[in-house]
């Protein structure tokens, strides 16, 4: 898909939220089986490393509904147990250019930021198996925002101190490349980088083009050449609606993108057409439909058929899978998804 090229059939992924598969779990899908292996969906394995401040992790509060803890970027936040939602962010340990630079100077890449031990038990399975294995990096606007300094704070410093931002996402960012280069160097090959930035909401954007391009456009560039360097793929996760960043994603060579949030505005079909030949798309089919059956499937046969020409196209939701698709539903999706998608 990534050289874009027809295959046996396009590949089927999805991402369930945890409530999700715990109602998949109350209607008949075993717990000791992940939801990958039950509903066959295409396998693929994930590298991850830990470039944060590892500050210490504290649980505050407890509760049968919810938790409240300290995370690794020093983040106060409140995790719902059983709902299918982001956490709500409380507080922050990060709030300045000082407490940053304090922040800074626990980030020195090592080797016990690695997982080894998850390495060394399951690559040699993903390769045997044929995964497609996938290694994250975790930086830029949306992680720093929500996961470390605050929403309101760094939109206002990409304005006042876009030095300050800039400091912040060249240095996630350099740390995680150089932990991936010290697994790479290990002699564990992944297939593609992927990392999360979401720059838009429903209808807009976060910022504007100029300001993307003044100051977070080259660290994204930095972590496509670096994927290049090294003959692997790239792909961004950028939720809501990012329309006019695409020509810029596509000039620094950005191979893939995920998940083209159809309810926030973005249209799958346009972006195929116009960018089809140089950017795999992967998603864009409206999470909002996944419980109506007839609306789902009229909307699969209307999309994928068009997303699917000439390969470059994984399909999956328009973001999480949401906890309103009962078992049935998604396992007929997905027989849908591999009907639609093969190639004769």
């Given at each position: 898909m990534f050289l874009h090229q027809e295959a046996d059939r396009i590949p089927v992924t999805d991402h369930p939220w945890g409530?999700?598969?715990?109602?998949?779990?109350?209607?008949?899908?075993?717990?000791?089986?992940?939801?990958?292996?039950?509903?066959?969906?295409?396998?693929?394995?994930?590298?991850?490393?830990?470039?944060?401040?590892?500050?210490?992790?504290?649980?505050?509060?407890?509760?049968?509904?919810?938790?409240?803890?300290?995370?690794?970027?020093?983040?106060?936040?409140?995790?719902?147990?059983?709902?299918?939602?982001?956490?709500?962010?409380?507080?922050f340990t990060i709030r300045d250019p000082d407490s940053w630079r304090k922040a800074k100077e626990r980030m020195t890449p090592s080797r016990e930021r690695i997982d080894w031990p998850n390495l060394k038990k399951n690559y040699p399975r993903w390769k045997k198996e044929?995964?497609?294995?996938?290694?994250?990096?975790?930086?830029?606007?949306?992680?720093?925002h929500s996961w470390a300094v605050g929403t309101e704070r760094i939109l206002v410093a990409l304005?006042?101190?876009?030095?300050?931002?800039?400091d912040m996402f060249?240095?996630?960012?350099?740390?995680?490349?150089?932990l991936l280069e010290m697994v790479w160097d290990?002699?564990?090959?992944?297939?593609?980088?992927?990392?999360?930035?979401?720059?838009?909401?429903?209808?807009?954007?976060?910022?504007?083009?100029e300001l993307y391009r003044a100051i977070l456009k080259p660290f994204h560039q930095r972590a496509v050449e670096w994927a290049h360097a090294h003959g692997i793929f790239a792909e961004l996760h950028s939720c809501g609606d990012i329309r006019p960043f695409v020509p810029e994603l596509v000039e620094i060579g950005m191979d893939?993108?995920?998940?083209?949030?159809?309810?926030?505005?973005?249209d799958p079909i346009a972006l195929k057409r116009e960018y089809g030949d140089r950017l795999l798309l992967h998603?864009?089919?409206?999470?909002?439909?996944?419980?109506?059956?007839?609306?789902i499937r009229a909307e699969m046969e209307r999309v994928i058929p068009i997303l699917k020409q000439g390969g470059g196209y994984v399909f999956s939701s328009d973001h999480s899978v949401p906890s309103s698709v009962s078992l049935n539903d998604f396992r007929q999706i997905i027989e849908w998804a591999k009907e639609l998608g093969r190639y004769s």
């Open positions: 409530a999700t598969v715990e109602r998949w779990q109350r209607e008949g899908m075993p717990k000791d089986v992940s939801y990958v292996d039950f509903f066959d969906l295409d396998r693929t394995g994930w590298i991850a490393t830990d470039n944060s401040p590892r500050y210490p992790v504290k649980v505050l509060e407890e509760t049968d509904e919810y938790s409240i803890y300290t995370s690794v970027w020093g983040v106060t936040m409140k995790q719902w147990k059983h709902a299918a939602s982001t956490p709500e962010f409380l507080d044929g995964f497609w294995i996938q290694a994250g990096l975790w930086f830029g606007f949306d992680v720093t304005l006042e101190d876009p030095e300050w931002c800039m060249r240095t996630e960012l350099e740390v995680g490349l150089a290990a002699g564990y090959r992944f297939d593609q980088i992927v990392w999360p930035d979401d720059m838009g909401y429903k209808q807009h954007q976060f910022f504007s083009v893939g993108l995920n998940p083209l949030e159809v309810k926030a505005g973005v998603g864009g089919i409206n999470a909002v439909l996944w419980d109506q059956p007839e609306a």
